[in-house]
């Protein structure tokens, strides 16, 4: 098609008018034809000074306030200001709702995704042939074990006289970011403790107890630090875990 | 039960013609090129949708009806009469086709003052339909509603629209780079 035919389907393209199947073989034609392009951009450039130079005029507000009381004298009375009462503010709530709900899902969404990856960490490990690389039952064997492999350190809590046994521990990786993973095991549980350091991505997870994909987790922040428990294993056993970490020294 | 009815239609009104004030009046100013005339147009076009409203035929577009009363009440208002706004009436084919200049491009050094002062001395059907598309982004089908006309015609008179206001900025651009 040569351009002049192009060209007397640019407005009704620029203007939205025309079926998919018009415009998108006239929007391929433009990424090739610079004439074209350039045409087209000064028709794009009108329509924005039109667009910004029409809104030109506002209302002054006695004339507001006089149609608004014309055509609420009509309106608002009897049955229709009862209604009103009740639906403006249901309106108001549905509309709150609506936006704590998309607010608290992007807050959800975000930690779905840690919790997820850090699922996918715990169950990948279990899942291996070698899940840990330093064995051992030992505190003082485990915790030297990752000086120098991650950029900071921790405290392990004594397990004697808890039903609680330390299998060994790893480095993970979270999102580009080394820490330490710990396997405990509790009446043949595997539960994962993860400690990254604290940053932007975990910051903002409320600390607490979590259900996630059929995992009991639970969070919290010491010295600077991320905490995250989770395995199969029971609320309680993660909770009991949970408070031996956190009184570790 | 028709009482209730009526009143239920009257608040549906007002949800649906208030948020369209100051588009109207926007327009309406555009139209009479002067204050009171379009205040008083404005109420007029509001009196007027409120005792036809039970004729507004749900399904159909609430815009498009309001600028049609608006429009129709300026032509017949003291400048409206004085306007003519039919003019050689287009067909919808035959579309001229311009071809870009160089000089198109100087349509990027018009600012707003001087887009206004062009857009003002358009015919008034120019420059209604231009206002319909751009400012109140109606479809063409909302435009050919709003003016009564078929949409070809909408389309050839947005073409000619365009034509002759980039004529008019591309004259005063010109212009004023030779100080005149």
Not at chain 2, 6 to 30: C, G, K, T, V
Not at chain 2, 115 to 143: H, K, N, T
Request: glycine share 6%.
């Amino acid at each position: 098609m040569a351009c002049e035919e192009w060209r007397g389907e640019l407005d009704p393209y620029l203007d939205g008018e025309l079926a998919p199947a018009e415009s998108a073989p006239l929007g391929a034609h433009l990424r090739r034809c610079p004439v074209c392009a350039a045409d087209a951009l000064e028709r794009v450039q009108l329509k924005r000074s039109l667009q910004r130079a029409g809104m030109r005029y506002e209302p002054s507000a006695e004339l507001r306030s006089k149609i608004t009381k014309m055509v609420a004298a009509r309106s608002t009375s009897g049955i229709v200001r009862q209604w009103r009462l009740v639906l403006v503010p249901a309106l108001v709530v549905l509309v709150a709702a609506f936006l704590l709900n998309a607010y608290l899902g992007r807050e959800r969404s975000a930690r779905q995704r840690v919790y997820s990856e850090l699922a996918d960490l715990h169950v990948a490990t279990l899942a291996s042939a070698t899940p840990v690389d330093v064995v051992s039952t030992d505190r003082h064997t485990v915790k030297p074990w990752f000086q120098g492999k991650i950029p900071f350190t921790f405290n392990l809590p004594e397990l004697t006289g808890s039903e609680f046994s330390l299998m060994g521990g790893r480095v993970a990786y979270f999102e580009q970011v080394s820490g330490a993973q710990l396997i405990y095991q509790i009446r043949k549980h595997e539960i994962s403790v993860f400690i990254f350091p604290e940053r932007a991505e975990t910051s903002g997870l409320p600390s607490g107890a979590a259900n996630s994909e059929s995992f009991n987790t639970e969070t919290w922040t010491q010295n600077g630090l991320r905490y995250f428990v989770i395995g199969d294993a029971s609320p309680a056993d993660i909770q009991a875990l949970t408070r031996l970490l956190q009184n570790a020294t | 039960m028709r009482v209730s009815e009526d009143r239920l239609r009257a608040a549906s009104f007002e949800d649906l013609a208030l948020p369209l004030f100051d588009q109207l009046y926007n327009f309406a100013r555009w139209l009479t090129q002067d204050k009171a005339e379009a205040e008083d147009l404005v109420q007029e076009t509001y009196a007027k949708a409120l005792r036809g409203f039970s004729s507004f035929q749900a399904g159909t577009n609430f815009r498009a009806w309001m600028y049609r009363i608006l429009r129709n009440s300026f032509l017949n208002s003291r400048t409206g009469l004085k306007t003519t706004v039919v003019l050689d009436e287009e067909d919808g084919g035959g579309l001229l086709v311009e071809s870009a200049t160089p000089e198109s491009l100087l349509i990027e050094h018009a600012n707003r003052e001087m887009v206004q002062q062009a857009l003002q001395g358009l015919p008034v059907s120019f420059r209604e339909i231009l206002l319909l598309c751009e400012v109140e982004e109606m479809s063409y089908q909302e435009i050919a509603e709003t003016l009564a006309i078929p949409t070809g015609t909408v389309m050839s008179r947005l073409f000619r629209a365009r034509k002759a206001l980039r004529g008019v900025l591309r004259e005063r651009i010109e212009g004023g780079r030779h100080g005149v």
